[in-house]
């Protein structure tokens, strides 16, 4: 199995962190290589699927929520791949450790998520509300 594991803390509730990485809006503001991201019903919740794409590519990526236990935990199955990836939100003090997760059992990961992406993560999510 190969897997990357980038875990950063962002001042920020637990609630407030779960809710921004959660938002598929959002996520083209923190992952650069997404330029769009869909969820195919709202709110997100257990079952619910998203489709992305990227700037270099026509195709969009689909996947299902395959677990969701908000404030806290909720894990990304792309459909018709070995690929997951989890967002674990843990509070710390007054802020939040934020864990992102991605696997691939049985192939190597094609374009490993970097740290600079959690670090504009967290920037954005400081960002909001002041």
Known sequence: MKENRLTIYIDKPIEEVF????????????????????????????????KNKGFNSNEWNEYEVIEFFPPKTFTLKKLNADYFVKYTCTKKGNGTD??????AENKNLDDI????????????IEKSGE
């Open 19 to 50: 809710i921004y990485s959660l938002e598929s809006d959002n996520v083209p503001k923190w992952i650069n290589s997404i330029e769009k991201e869909i969820p195919l019903e709202r709110p997100v919740k257990l079952g619910t699927r998203l």
């Open 98 to 103: 934020f864990e992102y997760y991605e696997w």
């Open 113 to 124: 998520m970097e740290m600079e992406a959690l670090e504009l993560l967290k920037k954005q």
